[in-house]
């Protein structure tokens, strides 16, 4: 149990869709990062939030946006939903500069 | 970043100990080694960090030579709920990745039997 906790846990989405995930960060954690984990592929870093702005960026599209709330949850929206954006979605919360990051279950997107 | 090299797979059986062993020849002297262990359906979880030498704590141990151009993960005396993929990383000290993410090669995929 690393406190984080991610919704929805499964969903199913046609092509050319939009999808929303949520995360909830562990307790005083204050840096919020996503992960796309496609099958048999290790996580892919999308990007991080620190307070409430992007902090980084991996090698992912427009279309792949968040948000952070002062709270510190995060979402993660992707539009134009493609087949290869089928995967598991993974949401990790840190300590800004911290030492350990945790990550939730994730929420697995099939799109078809 | 320095890019990580690990086998794609091992197996091994109950109450033997595993070495999983990472080449990283390209490592940076600020990089640190970092392992995380992952089952079927959950995120990646933090196992063991180290600079040089050896590291020990109460899930693993990890060996880095003078060189540090590779490492060892060792687990000892394995249960089958070991069973699991297990990433190594190279990169900031702070497990959280920073600005950059962290980056995850496929890992091995330890297959551990009665």
């Known amino acids: 149990e690393t406190g984080v906790t991610q919704s929805p846990t499964h969903l199913i989405k046609t092509r050319g869709q939009q999808v929303t995930l949520r995360c909830s960060s562990q307790?005083?954690?204050?840096?919020v990062s996503w992960y796309q984990q496609a099958l048999g592929q290790g996580p892919q870093f999308i990007f991080q939030?620190?307070?409430?702005?992007?902090?980084g960026r991996g090698n992912f599209p427009p279309r792949f946006s968040g948000l952070q709330f002062p709270n510190y949850s995060s979402e993660l929206n992707v539009n134009a939903l493609e087949l290869d954006d089928s995967a598991l979605y993974l949401c990790a919360s840190s300590l800004f500069s911290g030492n350990t990051i945790y990550f939730g279950e994730g929420s697995w997107l099939t799109v078809v | 970043l320095a890019k990580t090299t690990q086998p794609i797979s091992m197996d091994s059986y109950e109450g033997q100990e595993v070495n999983i062993t990472c080449s990283h020849n390209n490592i940076a002297t600020n990089d640190y080694i970092t392992w995380y262990q992952q089952f079927p359906s959950q995120g990646p979880r933090f196992i063991i960090q180290g600079y040089k030498t050896k590291v020990t704590n109460e899930v693993a141990s990890l060996f880095i030579p003078a060189d540090r151009k590779s490492s060892t993960l060792s687990l000892p005396r394995v249960s089958l709920s070991d069973t699991a993929v297990y990433y190594c990383l190279v990169g900031d000290e702070y497990s959280g990745g920073g600005a950059d993410g962290l980056t995850f090669g496929k890992g091995t995929h330890l297959i551990i039997q009665p």
């Open positions: 307790s005083g954690h204050n840096t």
């Open positions: 939030y620190y307070r409430e702005e992007e902090n």
